[in-house]
């Protein structure tokens, strides 16, 4: 059995007869029968007063002039509907360097893989990989930079890696005495704040600070916390200008422009992602391989206990060696699932992985991430030494959650200090 997905990632905006608008519902592609799926997403427009801080040109534009300035970005950095490095180009700014993260400054390397330093073949500027040889600029790198700007959309979510960018890039300003400009973005899961806080023991490159798995910020606030916590390197502390979003809250029902990196390819997976993320330290393919990543996973061993299927495939940029590549995978369908309930119960889902691991006929394989090939242990992702051994054991949800505390709590008092946003 062959299993053929083609995606579509498209949104209709309508008003209604008195002039109320109607919600976003957005298109998912299609499934197994061929019929177009459409997501429980339903978000409301942004109000009229909503722009993001890079939309806000009149307010730092003034504090580029005349300047050579360092851009760290990727394809989620835009200004309208045009590149950021583009349209400030158009504008006279002096763009010396450019900083690419993780997938690389056009956003085409899959997850995981080192990009290198290059030229950007349509501005002719140095591109200089942050995710490579080296994750934080070095002298040599900002020798000839005035000012650094940071634009780049995070997801809100630990081991989403651009917010080690972010540090990095904060320690390597602060060591060579340059400032670093912040132009702010919404965060699409800025109304959950849920998991356990990391132990400084599973510190790596998918997670660095004692945060939970959804930390409520902004990369702005983010910045804010790793300032004032004294969590840079050496205690530094960055000299940082934050253009934040007008007309924002954490709780908006925030629409990405930009699909962030190739595997969130829509809003679904981004929503989906502090939850179905954890797949990755398991013994299952959670929708690599396939146009849906993040919202399907399963595996050929899960053929008897499940209906769904779908067959992981080579996919240039996105996941070029999937996990069970060409086998037929069984599993759950997440992609119509109801994200509100998320939003309502402001809590990452970890029952589908204790079920999962529970209709597995190979218990003892399931966490073992050397058969797996993916990029990170369980206790790496979650941040703990004791989740792993919970599921094992039959540990209910609510006594899993229970454990998290009273770090979890501790930690939404202190983020209160950090808020630029309600």
Request: glycine share 8%; with cysteine; net charge positive.
């Amino acid at each position: 059995m062959r299993t053929t997905f083609s995606f579509l990632f498209t949104s209709l905006i309508a008003l209604s007869a008195c002039g109320q608008p109607k919600p976003i519902e957005q298109e998912l592609g299609q499934g197994l029968n061929g019929k177009t799926r459409k997501t429980a997403i339903r978000t409301m427009p942004l109000p009229s007063s909503f722009k993001t801080g890079a939309e806000q040109t009149e307010k730092y534009l003034p504090l580029l002039k005349g300047k050579r300035i360092g851009m760290v970005v990727n394809p989620t950095s835009v200004i309208g509907d045009q590149a950021s490095v583009d349209s400030l180009l158009k504008r006279g700014v002096t763009i010396q360097k450019i900083f690419g993260p993780e997938h690389g400054f056009r956003g085409n390397t899959s997850a995981g893989v080192s990009v290198k330093d290059d030229v950007d073949t349509k501005t002719g500027i140095k591109a200089i990989s942050l995710y490579g040889k080296h994750s934080t600029p070095t002298t040599e790198d900002l020798a000839d930079i005035d000012l650094m700007v940071f634009d780049i959309q995070d997801v809100g979510v630990r081991f989403y890696t651009y917010i080690n960018t972010l540090q990095h890039v904060m320690e390597a300003c602060a060591a060579n005495n340059k400032e670093l400009l912040i132009l702010d973005r919404p965060n699409p899961n800025g109304y959950l704040i849920d998991g356990p806080i990391l132990d400084p023991k599973f510190k790596s490159g998918i997670g660095i600070q004692p945060i939970p798995i959804a930390h409520g910020l902004t990369v702005g606030e983010y910045a804010q916390m790793l300032n004032g916590e004294g969590w840079l390197k050496d205690k530094v502390k960055c000299k940082i200008t934050i253009i934040k979003n007008a007309g924002y809250n954490h709780d908006m029902e925030y629409t990405l422009p930009v699909k962030p990196s190739p595997n969130l390819n829509t809003q679904q997976a981004i929503m989906l992602y502090p939850s179905t993320c954890l797949f990755e330290g398991t013994y299952l393919n959670h929708g690599r391989g396939t146009m849906f990543p993040f919202t399907i996973v399963g595996a050929p061993y899960l053929k008897d206990k499940f209906e769904f299927s779908f067959t992981p495939k080579s996919i240039k940029g996105m996941s070029e060696t999937p996990l069970f590549q060409d086998q037929v995978c069984y599993g759950l369908d997440l992609r119509q699932y109801d994200v509100t309930a998320l939003r309502k119960s402001k809590q990452v889902n970890i029952s589908w992985l204790i079920e999962l691991y529970n209709a597995s006929p190979k218990k003892e394989d399931f966490f073992n991430t050397k058969l797996s090939k993916e990029m990170g242990t369980i206790e790496r992702l979650v941040g703990v030494a004791d989740f792993r051994q919970q599921v094992i054991d039959g540990k209910s949800e609510k006594e899993i959650r229970a454990s998290w505390e009273p770090g979890l709590s501790a930690y939404k008092t202190m983020r209160k200090k950090y808020l630029i946003y309600d």
